[in-house]
């Protein structure tokens, strides 16, 4: 007999968790059409780094013992990975600016669930990393870009990269909601560039030197980017354990953005 | 005699020395301004200059010290943060009113563009002095010897009085310190599609080549990397001074329309 109304109560608990997170997100996706000024950094960005990195580096596919099939598709998996972080992370400035002006605690105010008003912003962001994915990838197309890999192993590419938007949008989120304010956009960004930019970002790990390369080593990233390289060119590699350090990463963020999500709580009782 | 007294005490230099006073200690005061512009592109340098070492395999590479040839790429990185630091501060001081407070004054609109940016240049020579010791602490090599370290300290200090009228410039025309920050992204395009990674007759893309050429970056990164790798390169060098003091030269004209057009509207 208590079964029914407890089913219908989980069923309105569901119902209004999406309701406020689609609240959040259609809220951020208008404001993004409506400003494309907030979209277009998140856009140039990755599409300047390829031309970058592609364009100006492309001589290094002639240094001895360099072995990827094409300079371009190297570097489009780095810039694909770095976006879907980056898109996590640029998310992080509409959270700040949201509680610099008020309008995250009166979100906070309404929902019943306030863990929905962040599930609408990671939505919000992952949708905004598909679209930036695919203008890149059309642009890499165009400008020549030989893609070896099956659809299957570009599918499995795209769910690396979301994994990595996950996370890299947990962390943003736990950061904006410890500081609660847009002035600590620094403190998301940094340590992020510091992660994607010791990673093999320019060459295969065993061409690198120095103390970048015994930072490869240990940084998880570095499997996630050798793996996606892989993936690209049709030979899959180390997939599984790529994908356990996007989801190891993405749980340690969860545990992240929860506690910040408390602090947030806490401070705006 | 008389004649150098009268121009020490010209009103134009009086009013320079003190705006110049104010600018340089007011940039030394904000470790925000000067910290992030000397540790950025070293990080970079650092990432660089070990990621990119295999660089020096490619058939034809100018160096075996891919930190030699990668160490032009701060000196210009710094000169770039000079557009932010001379165009926010004047914005900031637009902002303000201090600038409206200014005109009350007898004050020459050359006196304020000259003092403004006294701090910029007192930030590009702390930079050049800390990018050169550390770069050679690492392990660079500097080819010029003794006497291309004033020529070096010259050149980045012609290249950061560039960009930092630029930055006035901009900063003038949009009295926005957000204005001024927006163009940070813009500059940065500017660096990264020059010949700042690899030489430019090693750059396969060729129409990354054909930017590469066109983007006056690239002759003041090749003027700065000609005295780490070369040593003497007189046209190298003569063409990074041309383009440094040609870029000073326009936009400080520049600057100078934007300051009249901004002193007439108030």
Same mark, same amino acid.
């Given at each position: ?269 | ?141 500097? $080819? =010029?010897?003794?006497?291309?370290? &004033?020529?070096? *300290?010259? !050149?980045? %200090?012609?290249? +950061? /009085? ?15 310190? $957000? =204005?001024?920050?927006?163009?940070? &992204?813009?500059? *940065?395009? !500017?660096? %990264?599609?020059? +010949? /700042? ?70």
């Amino acid at each position: 007999m208590t079964a029914a109304p407890r089913i219908t109560d989980r069923a309105s608990r569901t119902s209004r968790y999406i309701s406020a997170a689609r609240t959040v997100f259609w809220r951020h996706m208008h404001f993004v059409f409506k400003r494309p000024a907030l979209l277009l950094p998140a856009m140039i960005f990755p599409l300047f780094f390829y031309m970058a990195f592609a364009g100006g580096l492309s001589g290094l596919s002639n240094v001895p013992g360099f072995d990827y099939y094409d300079y371009n598709a190297f570097q489009f998996t780095f810039v694909l990975l770095q976006s879907a972080a980056f898109g996590g992370v640029f998310i992080g400035f509409s959270i700040g600016a949201d509680f610099d002006s008020g309008i995250t605690r009166r979100l906070f105010l309404a929902a019943h669930d306030r863990s929905a008003v962040l599930a609408g912003y990671g939505a919000a962001a992952l949708i905004r990393a598909l679209m930036v994915w695919a203008i890149v990838f059309g642009i890499a197309l165009l400008t020549g870009m030989e893609v070896a890999g099956s659809f299957a192993d570009l599918v499995g590419l795209i769910w690396l990269a979301i994994v990595v938007n996950v996370a890299a949008f947990l962390f943003a989120a736990g950061m904006m909601t410890r500081f609660r304010t847009m002035q600590a956009a620094p403190a998301m960004q940094i340590p992020m560039f510091m992660i994607l930019m010791t990673a093999p970002v320019y060459v295969p790990r065993d061409l690198i030197e120095g103390w970048v390369a015994t930072a490869t080593k240990y940084n998880p990233f570095t499997a996630i980017v050798e793996s996606g390289r892989s993936l690209m060119a049709g030979d899959p590699f180390h997939v599984l354990l790529a994908f356990a350090a996007a989801f190891g990463l993405g749980a340690l963020m969860v545990i992240f953005a929860r506690r910040g999500l408390r602090k947030a709580e806490a401070a705006l009782a | 005699m008389e004649a150098a007294a009268l121009y020490a005490n010209s009103p134009i230099r009086t009013q320079a020395r003190y705006l110049a006073w104010r600018s340089v200690v007011r940039t030394a005061r904000q470790p925000i301004m000067i910290v992030p512009t000397l540790v950025f592109p070293l990080f970079l340098l650092a990432i660089n200059a070990s990621g990119l070492s295999a660089a020096t395999e490619i058939p034809g590479f100018p160096t075996d010290s891919y930190l030699t040839f990668a160490l032009a790429f701060p000196f210009i990185q710094g000169s770039i943060f000079a557009t932010n630091t001379a165009g926010t501060n004047l914005a900031e001081d637009i902002q303000n009113g201090f600038f409206n407070r200014l005109q009350l004054t007898p004050m020459r609109g050359s006196s304020l563009l000259a003092g403004q940016l006294a701090g910029v240049l007192m930030v590009a020579i702390v930079q050049a002095i800390t990018y050169l010791l550390v770069g050679l602490a690492a392990g660079a090599h500097f $080819e =010029a010897g003794i006497w291309g370290v &004033p020529v070096l *300290f010259a !050149l980045s %200090f012609a290249i +950061s /009085a560039g960009f930092g009228a630029f930055g006035l410039f901009v900063g003038l025309r949009s009295g926005s310190g $957000e =204005a001024v920050q927006g163009l940070f &992204p813009l500059m *940065f395009v !500017l660096l %990264f599609l020059s +010949s /700042a990674s690899l030489p430019r007759d090693l750059i396969q893309q060729d129409w990354f080549q054909t930017a590469a050429t066109i983007n006056p970056v690239s002759y003041v990164i090749e003027a700065v990397r000609s005295l780490f790798v070369t040593g003497w390169d007189g046209e190298a060098l003569a063409l990074g001074f041309i383009v440094a003091i040609s870029f000073f030269v326009v936009s400080m004209i520049a600057a100078s329309f934007a300051m009249r057009g901004r002193l007439e509207r108030t």
